[in-house]
């Protein structure tokens, strides 16, 4: 398993108990209790760290990201494993640059195959599938509004 992979495990395992017992523990401290338990030696620690803090101070955004791409779950009808899958996805797909899109998807549907029900990855993939052809189309726009420009 690469670092990065058990940092996202870990950041999930965190954001799961955090959001689980309705956020009543310090999310960091879940971090470092987390990697203590699960990977002592683990050498990429702040990684795991960043990706929590980020998520919770992005949790409204990354909230109304979920609402938008998945308008047939509520917020409160996807399991704590899926909800927490999709906001750390959604959090590298949008507020990360330097995380590839492809990269920010696939260990995204690789955390909800391995942690979440039968059919998490699917869900998963549909939802940050929908916001990377979204983000697609935006960037394709705005090349096509700069070429425009440029010939007027």
Do not use: C
Not at 2 to 12: E, F, G, M, P, Q
Not at 54 to 66: G, P, Q, R, T
Not at 87 to 110: C, H, M, Q, T, W
Not at 119 to 126: D, I, L, R
């Amino acid at each position: 398993m690469s670092n990065r992979h058990l940092a996202r495990t870990i950041a999930l395992q965190s954001l799961y108990e955090w959001d689980f017992t309705d956020q009543q523990h310090v999310a960091l401290e879940l971090v470092k209790r987390n990697q203590g338990d699960f990977a002592p030696e683990f050498d990429d620690q702040k990684f795991a760290e960043n990706l929590v803090e980020k998520v919770i101070e992005n949790l409204s955004a990354l909230n109304e990201y979920i609402a938008k791409y998945a308008p047939e779950w509520p917020l409160d009808q996807i399991t704590t494993v899926d909800r927490n899958v999709l906001r750390i996805g959604i959090y590298e797909l949008i507020f990360d640059e330097n995380i590839p899109p492809k990269v920010a998807i696939n260990e995204s549907i690789e955390l909800a195959k391995t942690f979440g029900g039968p059919s998490s990855g699917k869900f998963v993939n549909g939802v940050l599938g929908s916001i990377f052809k979204d983000i697609e189309k935006d960037i394709d726009n705005k090349k096509s509004k700069k070429e425009s420009d440029k010939h007027e």
